[in-house]
Structures are given as C-alpha cells and as structure tokens.
C-alpha cells in the first residue's frame, strides 16, 4: 500500500526552480516526510526531511502544507546534475519500520 | 569515515551456485537495509535489521537470507542464484537516533545470473 503519491516524471528548464509534489494524504502525527534522489545508476542520497515545519538546507527547501497532507520539494536554480529520479517518502523514527521507496518521479532538466 | 561499503562491485554468477554480497559500515548505525533495482524500475526492499541479531523480512525476500551478527556487517546471502536475481543491489543504513534521520547508501553490487 503506496504511502506517497508522486508525478511519473517532469521536466524544468535549467536555471528555474524545479518543484516535486508529493501527496502523502494517509501520514501520521509521528511520520517524517523525507526525500531521496538517484542519480543513474548510483545508490540513493538523501535530500531533506521534516515533520511539520518547512525546511531548507543547501540542496533544496521542502514545503509541507499545514495538513501536512502533501509536500513539495524545491530546487531553487536546477542544474543539469539535478537530472534524477526524486523519491518521496513517509516514515516514523519508531518502531520496526521499514524504510520503503515507491516510484519516485524522473526529473529531467532541460538545458 | 568510508559509510557504506558494499563488495564486490561487479559480479556474474551461473545458475545454482551461491555467493554473499558483503556490507558494512562505520558509523555506528543501528538499522541496515537491502535493495534490489531491477532495469528501469524503483528500489525493492529485501531485508532489514533494527539492530545485531534482529532481522526481518521486507518486501520481496524470497530467495534471500541475512544474518546480522555484528552493528557494522550486514551479508546478503543467495543461496541458489536464478537469473530472477539478476539486479543491482544496494545497501543501506541509518540510525534512530533523534526526530528523523537520513539514510546512507552503499554505490551497489551488479549481478548477473547466467
């Protein structure tokens, strides 16, 4: 059962912003939101995470609505290495839980 | 500090033999993870472990086994390989400590089953 929902695939014109939604209407009050990317081939690499507040560090901000019921990831001046596929997902930090990728959306940028 | 370390890099086995794909890592983590990524498709989890002596099933594990005897190894064992298994795998660990906390990616080995 898909925790998240996300875009098949996207495209962005390099140097513009990229925004990835993600719809994650079924969290819970102790679930983060977290996002991945893969870069071909490589093994994933973490991006950002949060639980309710937005947040930013020096990859990209991450934007949950007040519901916290969807998401956004941003990349504030996209690059060719942006190129990847961009996996959005839910998990608490108790318990035995299982951390679980679904399909993720393949950003393409646009030179 | 290496991360995760994940041997060998490449490997090609014959159908029904066997081999340990190895992980580890030195951060001191408490849970580790195995992938599998087919061509073209998303990360499939195999198996996990909370902690040494704890493992636990993940979403396709058949055809696999674990073991976690210490908090820095984490073998993957096939014991019959079939040309199924063909994947890149992928290994991962991340620690509870904390409100939220990332995962840390092993670059994968390439199998192939002939």
């Known amino acids: 059962d898909a925790k998240t929902t996300q875009p098949t695939s996207m495209d962005c014109a390099e140097g513009r912003a990229a925004n990835l939604p993600c719809n994650h209407s079924t969290i819970s009050g102790n679930e983060y939101v977290y996002w991945y990317r893969q870069i071909h081939s490589q093994g994933p690499q973490y991006i950002i995470h949060g639980l309710k507040n937005n947040e930013t560090n020096e990859m990209a901000s991450l934007i949950i609505t007040e519901d916290r019921k969807s998401s956004t990831l941003i990349l504030p001046h996209a690059t060719l290495r942006d190129t990847a596929v961009y996996y959005c997902?839910?998990?608490?930090?108790?318990?035995?839980?299982?951390?679980?990728f679904g399909t993720g959306t393949r950003l393409t940028i646009i030179p | 500090n290496a991360g995760v370390t994940q041997t060998p890099k490449f490997r090609i086995l014959k159908i029904g033999q066997s081999m340990t794909l190895q992980c580890t890592q030195d951060?001191?983590?408490?849970?580790m993870y195995w992938y599998r990524q087919d061509p073209g498709m998303g990360l499939k989890l195999i198996y996990y472990s909370v902690g040494a002596g704890i493992t636990d099933k993940g979403e396709v594990p058949n055809g696999y086994n674990v073991s976690r005897s210490t908090t820095e190894d984490f073998p993957l064992r096939l014991e019959l390989a079939a040309p199924s298994q063909t994947s890149v795998y992928f290994c991962?660990?991340?620690?509870?400590?904390?409100?939220?906390?990332?995962?840390?990616f092993g670059q994968g080995t390439r199998l192939t089953v002939v």
């Open positions: 951060m001191n983590h408490n849970y």
């Open positions: 997902i839910v998990r608490s930090n108790f318990g035995n839980e299982k951390l679980t």
């Open positions: 991962a660990s991340s620690t509870t400590q904390g409100g939220g906390t990332e995962a840390f």
